[in-house]
Nanobody, 125 residues
Framework: QVQLVESGGGSVQPGGSLRLSCAASGYTYSSNYMGWFRQAPGKEREGLAI????????GYADSVKGRFTVARDNAKNLVYLQMNSLKPEDTAMYYC??????????????????WGQGTQVTVSS
């Protein structure tokens, strides 16, 4: 089991940027796919980005492709989500997740095993 703690959320104006961090602990961290999800009030949790164990392969939801970038530093047990050109519709609670899947887990919530507590992102003028 991987323990995950997100940080870096906050309030930003439209067009601004934020970088979220996820600190992971647990001996299986380096063998996990890592991902970012978000959930806005009254909406289902949405998968945003995946990064493979080596960091070489990434995938994104269409809603954030070209604006968000996921990265990981396995030496520091950290995963990042760089968010640029933020929009009001990006306002949500953002969650870091880990998957022990042996193949690409995709952005379906059911394929992810461990979750952080979330960090709030608010985009408003």
């Amino acid at each position: 089991q991987v323990q995950l703690v997100e940080s870096g959320g906050g309030s930003v104006q439209p067009g601004g940027s934020l970088r979220l961090s996820c600190a992971a602990s647990g001996y299986t961290y380096s063998s996990n796919y890592m991902g970012w999800f978000r959930q806005a009030p009254g909406k289902e949790r949405e998968g945003l980005a995946i990064i493979a164990t080596s960091g070489t392969y990434t995938g994104y939801a269409d809603s954030v492709k070209g604006r968000f970038t996921v990265a990981r530093d396995n030496a520091k047990n950290l995963v990042y989500l760089q968010m640029n050109s933020l929009k009001p519709e990006d306002t949500a609670m953002y969650y870091c997740a880990a998957s022990t899947s042996r193949s690409w887990p995709g952005l379906r919530e059911t394929n992810w095993n461990s979750w952080g507590q979330g960090t709030q992102v608010t985009v408003s003028s």
